[in-house]
C-alpha cells in the first residue's frame, strides 16, 4: 500500500494506492516499494533468466479547488510547494511517471501498469507518456473496443491496464 506519509491533518486521509494478491502470486513476489505520497506502488516478480516484471497500480489526482483542502490534490499541492515547486501535482505525476517508466525500461523490467488516471486515455497527456513507452492498453488490445467510463457522470476512459511490449496477454475485459 501506499499513501501519503507527509502529512495526517484529518483522521481520515484521502488517496493512497493498494496492490494485493493472493496465493501463488504472493509466493512469487520478490520486493515491493511506494511512492512516499501514495501515487504508486508496486511488486516485482523474477522470471526466467532473471527477467524481471514489475506490477504498478497509480493514481493520477484530480485537480481540485484551493478550498478542498482535503483533496488529494490539495495535499500534494501543499507538499511541493513545502519543497520550492509550485507546479501543478498532476504535471509533476506525468514527469515523475515518465522518468520511472523510462528506468524500469532501461533495466529490462516488464510492466504492468493498471492506472487511475484521471485523464483521457485514449489521447490525453499521459496516454501520450504511456504511449511514449509503447506500452498498450490491453483492454482495447485484446477487445478492439476502448475501456468504459468509470467516472459516474464520465463518458471517456480514465482507468486502464497498460502493459510494455514484452507482456503476453492471454485475456482481458471490461
Known amino acids: 500500500t ?54 504498478m497500480v497509480a493514481y493520477n489526482s484530480c485537480k481540485s479547488k484551493n478550498t478542498r483542502l482535503k483533496t488529494v490534490y490539495s495535499q500534494q499541492c501543499r507538499y511541493y510547494r513545502s519543497i520550492g ?39 490525453g497527456k499521459i496516454y501520450k507518456t504511456l504511449k511514449k513507452h509503447k506500452m498498450r492498453d490491453l483492454v482495447k488490445a485484446y477487445t478492439g473496443q476502448p475501456g468504459p467510463p468509470t467516472f459516474h457522470s464520465g463518458s471517456i476512459q480514465i482507468d486502464g491496464c497498460f502493459v510494455t511490449k514484452d507482456i503476453d496477454c492471454h485475456h482481458a475485459e471490461f
Request: proline share 2%; aromatic share 8%; hydrophobic share 40%.
Open 2 to 55: 501506499a499513501h501519503n506519509k507527509n502529512e495526517a491533518i484529518t483522521r481520515a486521509q484521502e488517496g493512497g494506492t493498494a496492490l494485493i494478491m493472493f496465493d501463488r502470486m504472493a509466493t512469487l513476489a520478490m520486493n515491493s516499494n511506494s511512492d512516499p505520497l501514495g501515487r504508486w506502488c508496486w511488486t516485482t516478480f523474477e522470471g526466467k533468466n532473471n527477467s524481471v516484471t514489475r506490477l
Open 85 to 123: 515547486d509550485s507546479r501543478c501535482p498532476r504535471v509533476i505525476f506525468r514527469e515523475d511517471l515518465d522518468r520511472i517508466l523510462t528506468k524500469w525500461k532501461t533495466n529490462g523490467d516488464k510492466i504492468i501498469l493498471f492506472i487511475d488516471a484521471n485523464d483521457n486515455l485514449a489521447k
